[in-house]
T-cell receptor, first 112, second 112 residues
Framework: GAGVSQTPSNKVTEKGKYVELRCDPISGHTALYWYRQSLGQGPEFLIYFQGTGAADDSGLPNDRFFAVRPEGSVSTLKIQRTERGDSAVYLC??????????FGEGSRLTVL | QKEVEQDPGPLSVPEGAIVSLNCTYSNSAFQYFMWYRQYSRKGPELLMYTYSSGNKEDGRFTAQVDKSSKYISLFIRDSQPSDSATYLCAKTGWVAGNMLTFGGGTRLMVKP
């Protein structure tokens, strides 16, 4: 498709489990972002990739969160030992070198 | 204090009304200001962005920035039920689009 694709759209897991969320950006976009949006809140920045490298990971809340983008295209956000407070919508966005961010529809994570 | 503050609403208006949505921000280092619209269970989509103080118009939408008072506004003329959504203001640094800092969003309901 032409837009940012995120899978799964919904994920329900149990506390303590490991979760992977995938983002497939718009073809040709070099920059990729992960944001987290809790209910009733605006998106909060997690991490930003320029190409394959994480240019800024200052928004990752702790070392249970990790993200990769090994070939400069698809990215995976990994969450270890999930906690109930991790429940949120995880949004991915991509953009050309500089410019408008295009967001996916998000992956809704529920930790029971 | 959050860097970008918005009244969460909800704001309910009749169809055809003029809507005023507002944000305040606290860090003068940020230069670009954006308005995003987010429908329920969808990702944010960019409505408008502006760099300088003053007004920018696009169809029924006008964005206004007052850097002296650190105040950002979005006006919607002739509001339609399809405008019902959450409106997020955001700001960023010297490059438009990178590492956005969002407000919490204002939920707007336009009643037919």
């Amino acid at each position: 498709g032409a837009g940012v694709s995120q899978t799964p759209s919904n994920k329900v897991t149990e506390k303590g489990k490991y979760v992977e969320l995938r983002c497939d950006p718009i073809s040709g976009h070099t920059a990729l972002y992960w944001y987290r949006q809790s209910l009733g809140q605006g998106p909060e920045f997690l991490i930003y990739f320029q190409g394959t490298g994480a240019a800024d990971d200052s928004g990752l809340p702790n070392d249970r969160f990790f993200a990769v983008r090994p070939e400069g295209s698809v990215s995976t956000l990994k969450i270890q030992r999930t906690e109930r407070g991790d429940s949120a919508v995880y949004l991915c966005a991509s953009s050309p070198q500089t410019g408008e961010l295009f967001f996916g529809e998000g992956s809704r994570l529920t930790v029971l | 204090q959050k860097e970008v503050e918005q009244d969460p609403g909800p704001l309910s208006v009749p169809e055809g009304a003029i809507v005023s949505l507002n944000c305040t921000y606290s860090n003068s280092a940020f230069q670009y200001f954006m308005w995003y619209r987010q429908y329920s269970r969808k990702g944010p989509e960019l409505l408008m962005y502006t760099y300088s103080s003053g007004n920018k118009e696009d169809g029924r939408f006008t964005a206004q920035v007052d850097k002296s008072s650190k105040y950002i506004s979005l006006f919607i003329r002739d509001s339609q039920p399809s405008d019902s959504a959450t409106y997020l203001c955001a700001k960023t640094g010297w490059v438009a689009g990178n590492m956005l800092t969002f407000g919490g969003g204002t939920r707007l309901m336009v009643k037919p």
